[in-house]
Protein backbone atom coordinates (compact mmCIF):
# COMPACT_ATOMS: atom_id res chain seq x y z
CA UNK A 1 0.00 0.00 0.00
CA UNK A 2 1.55 3.38 -1.38
CA UNK A 3 0.84 6.28 1.29
CA UNK A 4 0.42 9.52 -0.17
CA UNK A 5 1.08 12.69 1.70
CA UNK A 6 -0.19 16.27 0.29
CA UNK A 7 1.15 19.33 1.16
CA UNK A 8 1.52 23.20 -0.10
CA UNK A 9 -1.71 24.48 0.84
CA UNK A 10 -2.27 27.95 2.47
CA UNK A 11 -4.28 30.55 3.05
CA UNK A 12 -4.18 32.80 -0.46
CA UNK A 13 -5.76 35.99 -1.37
CA UNK A 14 -8.28 35.84 -4.95
CA UNK A 15 -5.46 35.95 -7.58
CA UNK A 16 -2.58 34.84 -6.13
CA UNK A 17 -0.97 31.28 -6.43
CA UNK A 18 -0.23 28.32 -4.79
CA UNK A 19 1.91 24.66 -5.67
CA UNK A 20 0.96 21.74 -4.20
CA UNK A 21 2.86 18.35 -3.84
CA UNK A 22 1.94 14.72 -3.46
CA UNK A 23 4.74 12.56 -2.17
CA UNK A 24 4.44 8.97 -2.47
CA UNK A 25 6.25 6.61 -0.05
CA UNK A 26 6.56 4.68 -3.25
CA UNK A 27 7.60 4.65 -6.60
CA UNK A 28 4.82 6.29 -9.18
CA UNK A 29 7.02 5.25 -12.38
CA UNK A 30 4.40 2.29 -13.62
CA UNK A 31 1.50 4.34 -12.38
CA UNK A 32 -1.07 5.19 -15.24
CA UNK A 33 -2.68 7.97 -13.71
CA UNK A 34 -2.43 10.42 -10.98
CA UNK A 35 -5.18 12.80 -9.99
CA UNK A 36 -5.88 16.16 -7.91
CA UNK A 37 -9.40 15.89 -6.58
CA UNK A 38 -10.93 18.87 -3.82
CA UNK A 39 -13.83 18.99 -1.79
CA UNK A 40 -15.60 22.18 -0.45
CA UNK A 41 -17.87 22.16 3.01
CA UNK A 42 -20.82 20.54 1.81
CA UNK A 43 -20.17 19.47 -1.48
CA UNK A 44 -18.90 16.09 -2.85
CA UNK A 45 -15.41 15.17 -3.97
CA UNK A 46 -14.36 16.48 -7.50
CA UNK A 47 -12.03 15.59 -9.88
CA UNK A 48 -9.53 18.47 -10.90
CA UNK A 49 -6.55 17.64 -12.70
CA UNK A 50 -5.36 14.28 -13.95
CA UNK A 51 -1.73 13.06 -15.62
CA UNK A 52 -0.69 9.98 -17.19
CA UNK A 53 2.18 7.90 -17.38
CA UNK A 54 2.56 9.37 -20.58
CA UNK A 55 1.97 13.02 -19.53
CA UNK A 56 -1.44 13.42 -21.11
CA UNK A 57 -3.39 15.75 -18.89
CA UNK A 58 -7.12 16.09 -18.03
CA UNK A 59 -8.80 19.30 -16.66
CA UNK A 60 -12.02 20.29 -14.41
CA UNK A 61 -13.12 22.82 -17.13
CA UNK A 62 -13.44 25.24 -13.73
CA UNK A 63 -9.88 25.25 -13.26
CA UNK A 64 -8.74 25.16 -17.49
CA UNK A 65 -6.18 26.89 -18.02
CA UNK A 66 -5.48 28.26 -14.61
CA UNK A 67 -3.99 25.16 -13.07
CA UNK A 68 -1.51 22.58 -14.34
CA UNK A 69 -0.71 19.58 -13.14
CA UNK A 70 3.09 17.91 -13.44
CA UNK A 71 4.80 14.28 -11.86
CA UNK A 72 7.95 13.83 -11.50
CA UNK A 73 8.97 10.22 -11.25
CA UNK A 74 12.49 10.45 -10.11
CA UNK A 75 11.27 11.98 -6.85
CA UNK A 76 7.78 10.19 -6.88
CA UNK A 77 5.59 13.01 -6.65
CA UNK A 78 2.63 15.08 -8.21
CA UNK A 79 2.62 18.39 -8.85
CA UNK A 80 -0.40 21.04 -9.10
CA UNK A 81 0.35 24.77 -9.94
CA UNK A 82 -2.90 26.90 -9.22
CA UNK A 83 -2.69 30.25 -10.96
CA UNK A 84 -5.43 33.26 -10.52
CA UNK A 85 -6.88 31.62 -7.90
CA UNK A 86 -10.76 32.24 -6.79
CA UNK A 87 -12.46 31.98 -3.83
CA UNK A 88 -14.75 29.41 -5.37
CA UNK A 89 -11.58 27.43 -5.08
CA UNK A 90 -11.49 26.84 -1.55
CA UNK A 91 -11.27 23.32 -0.54
CA UNK A 92 -9.03 20.69 0.91
CA UNK A 93 -7.02 19.14 -2.45
CA UNK A 94 -6.36 15.20 -2.47
CA UNK A 95 -3.97 13.37 -4.55
CA UNK A 96 -4.74 9.63 -5.57
CA UNK A 97 -3.26 6.80 -8.13
CA UNK A 98 -5.81 5.31 -10.87
CA UNK A 99 -5.09 2.38 -12.89
CA UNK A 100 -6.41 4.55 -15.73
CA UNK A 101 -7.57 8.01 -16.80
CA UNK A 102 -11.26 6.46 -16.89
CA UNK A 103 -11.43 5.12 -13.24
CA UNK A 104 -9.53 8.67 -12.22
CA UNK A 105 -12.97 9.98 -13.77
CA UNK A 106 -15.29 7.04 -12.27
CA UNK A 107 -13.29 8.25 -8.78
CA UNK A 108 -11.99 4.73 -8.56
CA UNK A 109 -8.23 4.83 -6.74
CA UNK A 110 -5.65 2.50 -5.85
CA UNK A 111 -4.91 3.50 -2.60
CA UNK A 112 -6.23 5.11 0.58
CA UNK A 113 -7.15 8.80 0.72
CA UNK A 114 -4.37 11.14 2.46
CA UNK A 115 -5.30 13.83 4.69
CA UNK A 116 -5.40 16.50 2.24
CA UNK A 117 -4.30 19.97 2.54
CA UNK A 118 -6.37 23.00 2.86
CA UNK A 119 -6.75 25.70 0.20
CA UNK A 120 -8.16 28.69 1.29
CA UNK A 121 -8.71 31.69 -1.14
CA UNK A 122 -10.02 35.08 0.67
CA UNK A 123 -9.51 38.79 1.27
Known amino acids: QVQLVESGGGLVQPGGSLRLSCAASGSIFSINAMGWYRQAPGKQRELVAV???????HYADSVKGRFTISRDNAKDTVYLQMNSLKPEDTAVYYC?????????????????WGQGTQVTVSS
Open 51 to 57: ITSGVST
Open 96 to 112: NAFGSILQALRVEPMYS
